[in-house]
């Protein structure tokens, strides 16, 4: 019995000390970001720039795994059910981790028990873009010209349920004006039809739109958040422009699946403060339109419950359903 009771001690220290070299030795091969969204999008772009110079602190490689579809939420399901080691983690937005909740009453997965926060890696705002031609160069004109048109202007999203759609959702409440929703498998694609004039506006991440914008192929009519974009001083507010009170914010969250250690959860944190504390780094990250955060699983945690409710309340208020 004694023996039996060694031999069952001894396992178990041996089975723990195993684990805790895992995890102190973490990673000990390359780890995979699902990023549910298509590459070019804003979310690849900031999870390139960080993963990187991750990948060079860590000497391990950061894998983006582009899995577009569904505004994020199958890329999001990948992520929800792989293997809680570590080696697969998830880089999204905001709203799949917020707004999901209120907006689909079935998902195969909930955002809040799925999940373990790490960090909200960066924030952004969104532009609301039009195509050069459309006669509208600001934002109380496309009002008027919505209007004037009712139902008769389509707009581009990243999918349904998505953030790109939900600020337009907003925005139409808002402005109390019609225009027809096209999805998309991702911003990108919707942002080259809205180029072609196959779509007439859309909401665009900022760090994906600022390219076609300054050279351009779109117009921006106005900036998403409270404030104006640094890389786009000229642009106003879409409150300020003709839409006062509208304020929508994006930021780039990473989470690992439930019940990974938090001994990885904690060092994965730590090493990304470090990258994101990098002047380099934060120059990178602010060419794109963003800005560093590197909050702390903890403060991660509580935007996200904050902003779980605040989506709530917005999607009853503003009758918002697409189930």
Same mark, same amino acid.
Do not use: C
């Given at each position: 019995?004694?023996?039996?009771?060694?031999?069952?001690?001894?396992?178990?220290?041996?089975?723990?000390?195993?684990?805790?070299?895992?995890?102190?030795?973490?990673?000990?091969?390359?780890?995979?970001?699902?990023?549910?969204?298509?590459?070019?999008?804003?979310?690849?772009?900031?999870? $390139?720039?960080?993963?990187?110079?991750?990948?060079?602190?860590?000497?391990?490689?950061?894998?983006?795994?582009? $899995?577009?579809?569904?505004?994020? $939420?199958?890329?999001?399901?990948?992520?929800?059910?792989?293997?809680?080691?570590?080696?697969?983690?998830?880089?999204?937005?905001?709203?799949?981790?917020?707004?999901?909740?209120?907006?689909?009453?079935?998902?195969?997965?909930?955002?809040?028990?799925?999940?373990?926060?790490?960090?909200?890696?960066?924030?952004?705002?969104?532009?609301?873009?039009?195509?050069?031609?459309?006669?509208?160069?600001?934002?109380?004109?496309?009002?008027?010209?919505?209007?004037?048109?009712?139902?008769?202007?389509?707009?581009?999203?990243?999918?349904?349920?998505?953030?790109?759609?939900?600020?337009?959702?907003?925005?139409?409440?808002?402005?109390?004006?019609?225009?027809?929703?096209?999805?998309?498998?991702?911003?990108?694609?919707?942002?080259?039809?809205?180029?072609?004039?196959?779509?007439?506006?859309?909401?665009?991440?900022?760090?994906?739109?600022?390219?076609?914008?300054?050279?351009?192929?779109? $117009?921006?009519?106005?900036?998403?958040?409270?404030?104006?974009?640094?890389?786009?001083?000229?642009?106003?507010?879409?409150?300020?422009?003709?839409?006062?009170?509208?304020?929508?914010?994006?930021?780039?969250?990473?989470?690992?699946?439930?019940?990974?250690?938090?001994?990885?959860?904690?060092?994965?944190?730590?090493?990304?403060?470090?990258?994101?504390?990098?002047?380099?780094?934060?120059?990178?990250?602010?060419?794109?339109?963003?800005?560093?955060?590197?909050?702390?699983?903890?403060?991660?945690?509580?935007?996200?419950?904050?902003?779980?409710?605040?989506?709530?309340?917005?999607?009853?208020?503003?009758?918002?359903?697409?189930?």
């Amino acid at each position: 019995m004694q023996l039996t009771s060694f031999v069952t001690a001894l396992a178990s220290l041996v089975l723990a000390t195993g684990a805790a070299h895992a995890q102190t030795n973490f990673p000990e091969r390359p780890v995979r970001w699902i990023v549910p969204f298509p590459a070019g999008g804003s979310v690849d772009l900031v999870g $390139r720039a960080i993963g990187q110079k991750l990948s060079e602190l860590w000497g391990q490689q950061i894998v983006i795994d582009n $899995r577009p579809a569904a505004g994020g $939420r199958v890329g999001t399901q990948i992520a929800a059910q792989a293997a809680p080691d570590g080696y697969s983690q998830l880089l999204t937005l905001n709203t799949n981790l917020t707004a999901d909740r209120s907006l689909f009453k079935q998902l195969p997965y909930d955002p809040e028990k799925a999940f373990t926060p790490i960090t909200i890696i960066a924030g952004t705002s969104q532009l609301l873009v039009v195509n050069p031609l459309l006669p509208a160069r600001n934002v109380k004109e496309l009002i008027a010209l919505a209007k004037e048109k009712p139902g008769q202007l389509n707009y581009g999203s990243s999918g349904v349920g998505g953030s790109l759609h939900l600020a337009m959702e907003l925005f139409k409440s808002m402005a109390r004006i019609e225009v027809n929703h096209v999805a998309y498998k991702g911003g990108p694609p919707a942002a080259l039809d809205l180029i072609a004039g196959r779509i007439s506006m859309m909401f665009f991440n900022t760090p994906a739109a600022l390219g076609y914008v300054k050279s351009g192929k779109l $117009r921006a009519l106005g900036v998403s958040t409270a404030k104006r974009s640094p890389q786009l001083p000229d642009v106003p507010t879409i409150a300020e422009a003709g839409v006062p009170g509208y304020d929508v914010s994006v930021w780039y969250g990473l989470v690992a699946p439930a019940r990974t250690s938090p001994a990885i959860i904690d060092s994965t944190y730590r090493e990304l403060a470090r990258v994101l504390a990098m002047p380099d780094v934060k120059q990178q990250v602010e060419a794109l339109g963003a800005d560093t955060i590197g909050a702390t699983p903890g403060d991660m945690a509580r935007r996200v419950k904050a902003e779980t409710e605040q989506w709530a309340r917005l999607v009853t208020r503003a009758k918002i359903s697409f189930e």
